[in-house]
């Protein structure tokens, strides 16, 4: 989950981005949004970095938004929004080439 300084951010949805992270790129998923599914009303940032293993919770990483995926979806239950994130997963893979 990041935070933001920048008021500026896309409208909710999925997204293909790139994270900069000590001067490389990481190529990743963005969901901005209130994830609706879970009847949250807190706006969030969530970022899944492809590939990525290292803890960098506290640190501060700039986000480039690439290309939109889709807008923000409420599913009617956990497994349709784990299915729909897979297919988000494999598109990203398709888009990074990985």
């Known amino acids: 989950n990041i935070s933001t300084f920048n008021k500026m951010v ?3 949805g999925v997204y ?3 994270c ?3 001067g490389v790129k990481y190529p990743a998923l963005v969901n901005v949004g209130t994830r609706p599914t879970f009847r949250n009303n807190e706006y969030l940032i969530e970022t899944y970095l492809l ?3 290292k803890n960098i919770y506290g640190r501060f990483i ?3 938004f690439l290309r939109h995926l889709r807008g923000e979806i409420k599913f009617s239950n956990v497994d349709d929004l784990k299915s729909r994130m897979k297919e988000d997963l ?3 893979r398709v888009f990074f080439n990985i």
Do not use: S, T
Request: proline residues 6%; charged residues 30%; negative net charge.
């Open 10 to 12: 896309p409208q909710n």
């Open 16 to 18: 293909l981005a790139e």
């Open 20 to 22: 900069l992270i000590d």
């Open 51 to 53: 590939g990525f293993n």
């Open 62 to 64: 700039r986000v480039f």
């Open 90 to 92: 494999k598109e990203a």
